[in-house]
């Protein structure tokens, strides 16, 4: 067994030189600001790269990345990248982005137990009881990608509901939050139509934005 990982240096000076020569004085570039437009709070899959999948550089994008993309009250970790993000980077955009096939997800849907974690996604699990009438609606196959979408909205209007956003929003901060979704099976990024820029527009965008997810997972004609 291998100790080192001197694939991953050769991969990394291998990259580190690319950019250098795709353009020269990147690096010295990037030391000297970062004033990202976007602030990424996404889910801590391997298979959901934020900086890839939106072809930004490094320094384009600030991210925060964990187990089904939660936003939590609570949560000192995402409550400080949002604080940094707003207030000192001042991001135009926060942008919430869940995918489909989620472990997280799925393993909140179905009371599986993953682990520590379990604890993490009792927070999901509150989604999935808040919507629980409606999700046994759809079919099951479509049931996770379902719970997915309802999730990020959720996610965003938690945004929303932050005290950073908020004052933002009060002293007339121009911050504009959004929830997407990822297909892990095409690599495509869907809206899914929840774009707030104030506080008083959350309420009709969160209603409008879970009766979209409703009516893109109809309940089947009964037979
Ligand atoms: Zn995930």
Redesign the pocket.
């Known amino acids: 067994m291998t100790t080192q990982l001197d694939e991953l240096f050769d991969n990394n000076r291998r990259w580190a030189a690319k950019v250098e020569s795709r353009s020269p004085g990147f690096f010295t570039n990037l030391l000297k600001q970062q004033a990202p437009q976007y602030l990424w709070i ?4 391997r298979r ?1 790269p934020a900086n890839e999948l939106v072809d930004l550089l490094p320094g384009e994008l600030f991210v925060h990345r964990n ?3 939660a936003v939590v009250h609570s949560d000192l970790n995402c409550l400080s990248v949002m604080q940094f993000a707003t207030d000192l980077l001042k991001v135009k955009h926060i942008i919430i982005v ?2 489909s ?5 799925n393993a909140a849907l179905k009371d599986l137990r993953i682990g520590l974690a379990d604890n993490w996604i009792r927070h999901v699990q509150d989604v999935r009881n808040r919507h629980a009438t409606w999700l046994e609606t759809v079919p099951a196959l479509q049931r996770a990608n379902a719970m ?1 979408e309802l999730n990020v909205v959720e996610q965003a209007i938690n945004v929303c509901q932050t005290t950073i956003v908020q004052d933002a929003w009060q002293r007339g901060q121009e911050l504009v939050v959004h929830a997407w979704v990822y297909g892990l099976h095409n690599g495509l990024l869907q809206d899914l139509e929840m774009t707030v820029s104030r506080l008083d527009d959350a309420g009709v965008a969160y209603e409008t934005a879970i009766a979209a997810v409703r009516s893109r997972y109809p309940a089947p004609a009964p037979a």
């Open positions: 996404g889910c801590a899959d959901v187990v089904a993309n869940g995918h096939g989620c472990g997280g997800v997915c």
